[in-house]
């Protein structure tokens, strides 16, 4: 099946217009090729390495419809298997993760170690089998492509990939950038949430690197951290420019901006400075002699970073790790985590989990607000008459080919940058993401 690309994305930068169809949101025959090129045809996140630290833990994923299992073996080795039985195709792991040396298939009782291999095929000498299938192997199917960077783990139902360094290129240093944070790397703190809204999955890859929604959409949550402020007044919160040079120089009139990636990878960032309201500050000190002062100042700012189609880190007062399943053009389900440098203290610990209670998950003061809003969307693509829509064209005479000041102090190259204020709100780095979908959807590897 050929979707025709041009009738979902209007892409005509000579014109200074970008504009995406509704239909992009909406169409059985678009979600289907969706699932076939990009999310099983190509790389996507899996989870952490930090999932599975002991031989033989496990966890279950999807990529696009396809269930997997990511297990670490009797020898330590990382594997990813299509979590599915080869006798007659039953899900075998059933949990969401869990540790097992052996996996017993809940139908016929056949058998895999956790290397994936076939252990036992329930009454194989009384089963009358031919010799040809006796000499076949009866284990686990591998992913074709399982790679591991910094701990952050990517899988491809498709052989035909790039490597993964090359598919995440110079975005990768924004995943440096969170597993630097501690010389042990990142963990997920325990107590996951899983939820589902009833809405295309690529209104939560956009709302991610949406600056533009956060005063309209979350006053409730921006009212009750006035309110603290007012309350605590006593003790004044250190200025978010102490201790720090760097952007006490380069950030006059600059709030922040983003940057966008080949293969539709997006950051947009924001000026936080070397501040205790962030969990992060008891290392801030440590993290500049490792690392220089330039990417510890990087680690303090906010960011939103998707890594295409399916990871997204927000780090802000706290940090949260995304995933996203798309279920149907009108259903996505959502896991997240709080994710975490291993080893900070447990004050550091317990700021960032309350903060991250405030303004995550569906409990939070900004989770629900922004689920609504996709949810509102996706009732409003019904109304075709006029299809194109119109939230793609901010920045457009911002956004310069290239980096800036900001991506040089850690030599990163992104593909394009926008410097913002408070109220630019670049939207331009959405045709990151349709760009890529483009190329997926014409058959790109
Ligand atoms: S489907 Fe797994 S043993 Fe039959
Ligand atoms: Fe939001």
Known sequence: MTIDVTAYVDDRPEEGIFRVNRAIFTDEQVFEAEMARIFEGGWVFLGLAAQVPAPHDFFTTFAGRVPIMVQRDGAGALRAFVNSCPHKGARLAQTQSGNARLHVCPYHSWSFDSAGRSKAVKWQKAGCYSAAFDQQDHGLAAMPRFENYRGFLFGSLSANVPPLADYLGEAAKLLDLVADQSEDGVELVPGQVTFTYQANWKLQLENCSDAYHFTSA????????????QEASGEVVASVWENSDYWK????????????FPNGHVLNWGVFGITPAIPLYESAAVLAERHGEGKRDWMFNMRNLTIFPNLQVAENASSQLRVIRP??????????????PVGESAAARRQRIRQYEDFFNPTGMATPDDTVSYENCQIGYAGTVDPWLQGYARGMTASVAGGNRFSDRIGMNPARSVLADSQLCDETLYHAYYRAWVARMEGAA
């Open 327 to 340: 279920l149907g053009p009108g259903l996505t389900e959502m896991r997240t985590w709080c994710i975490a």
């Open 218 to 229: 979350h006053p409730s949550y921006i009212r009750v951290l006035e309110r603290r402020q």
């Open 249 to 260: 120089e380069e950030t006059k009139g600059v709030g922040g901006g983003s940057y966008s």
